[in-house]
C-alpha cells in the first residue's frame, strides 16, 4: 500500500528553526509537495520538489532524497503565525496525490 | 483569498435531511475536487471533475452526490447521512487533473464543517 508518514505534533520557540520529517512508500513518484494549513483555514501551497536536493524560499526550505523516500520542511526564525498543520503529499506514477495525516506546529513565545 | 469559495462555512444536520455543499472557484481553472478531511486523518479524494466531466469517484457512498454543471461550480448534494460523516469538506481546483496537471498545486477553499447529529 502507499503511506505518507509525519510526525503528530511538534513544538518550538518562537525565533528557532524546525524541521518537520515526511517519509514516504508509494507506487512511484512524480513530485512532493508541502502545504500550511492554519486552524480553520484553507491549506495553502509552500513547496513542490521533484529532484533530489534544498529549495530555498525565503524563510522556508523544502528537502528532497529520492533514493531514501524522504523530504523536510524547515523552517527558519519562527514567528507565531507559523503556527499551523504541515501537510506533505507524494504525486504517484497516476498522478494521484497521496497525503499524509499532517503535522500541527505549536510555536511558543 | 485562495480565490476558491464554499459556502456554507458550518451546516448542522440530521440524518433525514437533504442539503447541499457549494463550491466556486474564480480562478480559471479546469479541474475541481471534493476532499473530506478528518482530524489527525489523511486528506481523502472523493471526486474530481475535469472540464466539468467526472474522472474519479473514490468508493464514495451514495449518500453523496456530486454536480458539476460548470468548470467554475462543483456541487455536494448530501442525503440520509451518518454521524460518522461528520468532517471538513474542502473543495479545490487546479489547472487540470493528472498528466494535464503542469505542477499539481491545488488551490483549497476555506471548506464546510459538517455535523451530522
Known amino acids: 500500500g502507499q503511506n505518507i508518514d509525519q510526525p503528530t505534533e511538534m513544538t518550538a520557540t518562537e525565533g528557532a528553526i524546525v524541521q518537520i520529517n515526511c517519509t514516504y512508500q508509494t507506487s512511484g513518484f512524480n513530485g512532493l509537495f508541502w502545504y500550511q494549513q492554519h486552524a480553520g483555514e484553507a491549506p495553502t501551497f509552500l513547496s513542490y520538489n521533484v529532484l533530489d536536493g534544498l529549495e530555498e524560499k525565503g524563510r522556508f526550505s523544502s528537502f528532497l532524497s529520492r533514493s531514501k523516500g524522504y523530504s523536510y520542511l524547515l523552517l527558519k526564525e519562527l514567528q507565531m503565525k507559523d503556527s499551523a498543520s504541515y501537510l506533505c503529499a507524494v504525486l504517484d506514477s497516476n498522478y494521484q496525490l497521496i497525503w499524509g495525516a499532517g503535522t500541527k506546529l505549536i510555536i511558543k513565545p | 483569498e485562495t480565490g476558491v469559495t464554499q459556502t456554507p462555512r458550518h451546516l448542522v444536520m440530521g440524518m433525514t435531511n437533504k442539503k447541499s455543499l457549494k463550491c466556486e472557484q474564480h480562478l480559471g481553472h479546469n479541474a475541481m475536487y471534493w476532499y473530506k478531511q478528518s482530524a489527525k486523518k489523511p486528506l481523502e479524494l472523493m471526486f474530481v471533475?475535469?472540464?466539468?466531466?467526472?474522472?474519479e469517484n473514490n468508493s464514495v457512498p451514495s449518500r453523496f452526490s456530486p454536480e458539476c454543471p460548470n468548470s467554475s461550480h462543483l456541487f455536494l448534494h448530501l442525503h440520509t447521512l451518518q454521524p460518522e460523516d461528520s468532517a471538513l469538506y474542502l473543495c479545490a481546483s487546479s489547472e487540470g487533473s493528472g498528466r494535464a496537471s503542469v505542477t499539481g498545486e491545488l488551490f483549497f477553499g476555506e471548506g464546510s464543517r459538517l455535523t451530522v447529529l
Open positions: 471533475y475535469n472540464f466539468k466531466e467526472q474522472t
